[in-house]
Structure formats: C-alpha cells, structure tokens
C-alpha cells in the first residue's frame, strides 16, 4: 500500500543547513510536497516537485528527488530559529489524495 | 496569495453531539479533501470530494461522517454523533488542475 516514511527529529544550529528525509513507496506519484507546520497552525505549502524532476530550488529551499529509491529531500539553507518546526513531506497518490509521513520536528538552536 | 478558509478555528462538543466543521476552497478548485490529525500524529486522510460527490473515502470515513457542498462555495464534514476519538484537528484541502494542494488552518475539534 501507500506510505510514506520520515525520521521523527532533526535539530541543527542556527547557520547550517537542515536536510530532512523521506522514503515513499508508490512509485506512480505525481507530486511529491513538502508542508510545515508550526504549533498550533495549519500546513503551510512550502514546494513541491514533480515526479519527472530531480531538483527544484526556491531560495532557500532545494528539494532533491531520486525516483529510482523513492527517495525526496528538503535542504533548507542557513537554518534560522523561525524554521523551527515539524516538516511533513506527502505524495500525491491515486485519486489525487495526499499521503503524509509522520513528520519531522526540526529544532533550530542558537 | 489564494487560500482555504475553515470555520470554526476551534469547536468544543460533547460527546454524542452532531457537529458541523465547515471550509472554504479556493474558488476555481474542483477536488476538495477533509484530513484529520489526532494531536501528535499523522495527517490522515479522510475522504475526497470532486464534482459534487463522494470520490474516494477511508476506512475511517464511516457512516457517521458525511460532507456536502450545499452551495457553490462552502464544502462542509458533518459529524453526526461525536465520539471522544473524533476529538483532532480536522483540515480541508483544495487541488487545482494538477499542482498544488492547499490547506485551511483546520479546525479543533474537542469532544468532551
């Protein structure tokens, strides 16, 4: 079936750059989307990439695709302590619906 | 920047009530999905609507849940006898053409 897999936690020191993974298993995705959310607040849409894609940069934002490992990456560069948060990476699945990992917590120290 | 706008942010009901979490999409979408997230868990999905009926649903959409598009703006999750369980965050999605999925601020439900 379906699922998508993500560590649980990642802390980094303000400055660096911050590389949160994830495995998928439905190889007919078509986006792939990396979501955050900060306590108590919704999902906010930070990218996504289409499955045809190996890389997408936004600023500070690179996302690397290896379709061959089902495997998606979201590098966010120079980390600051607002990046803090839980980072929900999510493939579009048959139907159009979202699947979700689990979430990564990112904890940025100073 | 378009967005989906759910209401209430918070609801508190007590169990065996019906409830009614109501959203928003953005207005030239055609899909529209309900997710739930019980507190420190996955998103989860919960079912997804597309020319104005039901085309998919999870296990967890059972006969006490149910969604409707009354008008042609408003898309609404009705719980009809609330369980303790149901207590989560519950999110509406809207999906244009091929691309982005965007999602309201959700709702709190607490059922007590």
């Known amino acids: 079936g379906e699922d998508v897999e993500q560590s649980l936690f990642l802390s980094v020191r303000e400055g660096d750059s911050s590389v949160i993974n994830c495995t998928y298993t439905?190889?007919?995705?078509?986006?792939l989307y990396w979501y955050k959310q900060e306590p108590g607040a919704g999902l906010q849409l930070l990218t996504y990439?289409?499955?045809?894609?190996d890389m997408k940069q936004d600023q500070r934002l690179t996302v690397l695709l290896n379709k061959k490992d089902k495997h998606l990456s979201l590098r966010i560069a120079d980390t600051q302590t607002g990046d803090s948060a839980i980072y929900f990476c999510?493939?579009?699945?048959?139907?159009?619906?979202?699947?979700f990992g689990q979430g990564t917590e990112l904890s940025v120290k100073p | 920047e378009p967005e989906v706008t759910q209401t209430p942010s918070h609801q508190v009901t007590q169990m065996g009530q019906e409830v009614i979490l109501r959203c928003v999409p953005i207005?030239?979408?055609?899909?529209f999905y309900w997710y739930r997230q019980i507190l420190g868990q996955k998103v989860e999905f919960l079912v997804s609507?597309?020319?104005?009926?039901?085309?998919?649903k999870s296990e967890i959409f059972d006969d006490q849940f149910s969604v409707e598009r009354p008008d042609g703006s408003n898309f609404t999750l009705k719980i009809r006898s609330t369980k303790l369980e149901d207590s989560a965050m519950y999110f509406c999605?809207?999906?244009?053409?091929?691309?982005?999925?965007?999602f309201g601020q959700g709702t709190r439900l607490t059922v007590v």
């Open positions: 990439i289409f499955s045809n894609m």
């Open positions: 609507f597309y020319n104005n009926e039901i085309s998919e």
């Open positions: 207005s030239n979408h055609l899909y």
């Open positions: 439905d190889s007919s995705s078509t986006y």
């Open positions: 999605a809207s999906i244009g053409g091929e691309t982005e999925a965007f």
């Open positions: 999510a493939e579009r699945a048959g139907g159009g619906k979202l699947i």
